[in-house]
């Protein structure tokens, strides 16, 4: 079994006349948190976007558990045991947050079927989930949408996460306890692939990490490497962390 779930060698994406992925090189550890940093624009979300075959690579090679699914269907995807929160969440907002997580939960047809220790302990980590059950995912804060969206990503097992910016807009004390859904998670064994541009965030939970510019992976090693050169931070990002 090779040590990395998920590596992408030479993926190029064009968005219409775009070409915004030039040839980019990832690989994400089994059982660890990669964080993906980059400037706005840097091709982050293109590349999580690519990976679930949202947007299809143009050229170059998408493997997940050592099989190709460059070509393979979203839902295909998916399947294999991929879990993706995009950065706008994709919350179905006319929907009950309770019908939200059984249409997320594949296996049931009604809360019933939901595993229902799994249940309790995603209530544990978001207990605003279990707060606005039966309340429109519409009316929920910013902070709250994120944590269903989180939530349903997490409410079967899966064996990786791709979550783009979950800490974006989010106060201090929710942050924490996304923090501790995802180091609880990886104590779990489940591999987690995260786009941040919080720092804190970055440097509390990353195991490795992946910097983007132009469309391109310009620097890849362990998190903690990163954090402790100022210098390096400056070149890559234009920040200190």
């Known amino acids: 079994m090779s040590e990395n779930l998920l590596e992408l060698s030479g993926v190029h994406t064009h968005i219409a006349a775009y070409h915004i992925l030039h040839g980019v090189d990832l690989v994400v550890p089994r059982g660890q948190l990669t964080m993906l940093l980059g400037r706005n624009g840097a091709g982050k979300t293109t590349t999580l976007r690519t990976i679930m075959g949202l947007w299809r690579a143009s050229q170059g090679r ?3 558990g050592g099989q190709d699914i ?3 269907a979203t839902p295909q995807i998916a399947g294999l045991g991929v879990a993706y929160v995009p950065e706008n969440m994709g919350i179905f907002a006319d929907l009950t947050v309770k019908e939200n997580m059984v249409l997320a939960a594949r296996g049931a047809r009604n809360v019933a079927q939901i595993d229902s220790a799994r249940l309790q302990w995603i209530f544990s980590l978001f207990p605003a989930v279990e707060k606005f059950w039966n309340h429109p995912a519409g009316k929920l804060s910013g902070g709250q949408k994120q944590m269903l969206a989180v939530s349903r990503a997490i409410v ?5 996460l791709i979550i783009d910016e979950p800490s974006k807009g989010l106060a201090p004390a929710i942050i924490n306890n996304m923090i ?8 779990q064994g489940v591999t987690i692939l995260l786009v941040e541009q919080n720092i804190n965030f970055a440097k509390r939970l990353g195991d490795t990490v992946a910097v983007m510019d132009n469309g391109v992976v310009v620097h890849a090693g362990s998190m903690k490497a990163l954090a402790d050169d100022e210098e390096l931070q ?5 920040l200190a962390l």
């Open 70 to 72: 460059t070509q393979l």
């Open 234 to 238: 400056q070149s890559l990002l234009g």
């Open 62 to 64: 998408v493997t997940f």
């Open 156 to 160: 079967e097992p899966r064996e990786l």
């Open 180 to 187: 501790d859904a995802f180091a609880q998670l990886k104590s």
